[in-house]
């Protein structure tokens, strides 16, 4: 008696034939479609946090220059006030405050804000590129008038990119995160109404031009 036809299990296969069948043009286009979409969405993640990271540290940056500002004023008038008779009161707050400037002078010299920040910036910038990128392999896939397999040349030559800039970029932090999510969820930053995008166009671009009116 003829016996059918198994798999590598041991089991006939369900179509009598070959036991693994390769995915159609169109189940591949899905996974593929579903991945690039993931990799969007953190890219998306990543550049909006790095942004928030430089904003951070920029204002940061900006209130210890002011402090040093009122400090350094500070002692100048406290040792000034000491000279002239203001005796060992004078003296004392001139002492204290001068430590102050010192102790602040000590964490900008060996925690450069502005440097960092500018590093985020940078980080911020080459994720843009990369983020556009994604959203155009992503409007290429669903024309589908490309072949699967230069679509997926792209997205790895995309990761390759991807990894050079993590690799090069600082750490973002959990306050950072946080708001780069709210601007993305609450305030929604990357998304227009057509309204929106038609006010930025001359009329001949207009959407509403496009709109042909029912027969």
């Known amino acids: 008696m003829r016996q059918p036809p198994q798999n590598g299990s041991g089991r ?3 179509n009598g034939g070959r036991s693994l069948e390769q995915p159609s043009q169109i189940e591949q286009q899905r996974v593929l479609e579903a991945q690039i979409r993931e990799c969007f969405g953190r890219v998306v993640y990543s550049h909006k946090t790095h942004e928030k990271c430089a904003d951070i540290l920029m204002s ?5 220059k002011l402090w040093q500002i009122i400090l350094s004023a500070a002692t100048t008038g406290g040792f000034v006030a000491a000279v002239f008779g203001a005796g060992k009161i004078g003296a004392f707050a001139g002492i204290v405050v001068s430590t102050l400037l010192l102790t602040l002078n000590a964490y900008t010299k060996d925690y450069d804000l502005g440097e960092l920040a500018q590093k985020h910036k940078q980080a911020a910038n080459e994720l843009w590129l990369i983020r556009e990128q994604y ?3 992503i409007a290429d896939l669903i024309m ?3 072949p699967i397999v230069d679509l997926r040349t792209r997205r790895d030559a995309l990761l390759h990119e991807l990894h050079g800039v993590y690799t090069g970029a600082p750490s973002t932090t959990f306050q950072a995160y946080k708001k780069a999510q709210v ?3 609450k305030y929604e930053d990357l998304t227009f109404t057509d309204g929106e ?3 930025f166009l001359p009329d001949e671009l207009k959407k509403k031009r496009h709109i042909l009116p029912r027969q």
């Open 60 to 64: 940061r940056f900006a209130t210890i």
């Open 197 to 199: 995008i038609d006010a």
């Open 183 to 185: 601007a993305l969820q």
């Open 144 to 146: 589908g008038d490309k």
């Open 12 to 14: 006939p296969s369900r």
């Open 135 to 137: 959203l155009s392999l």
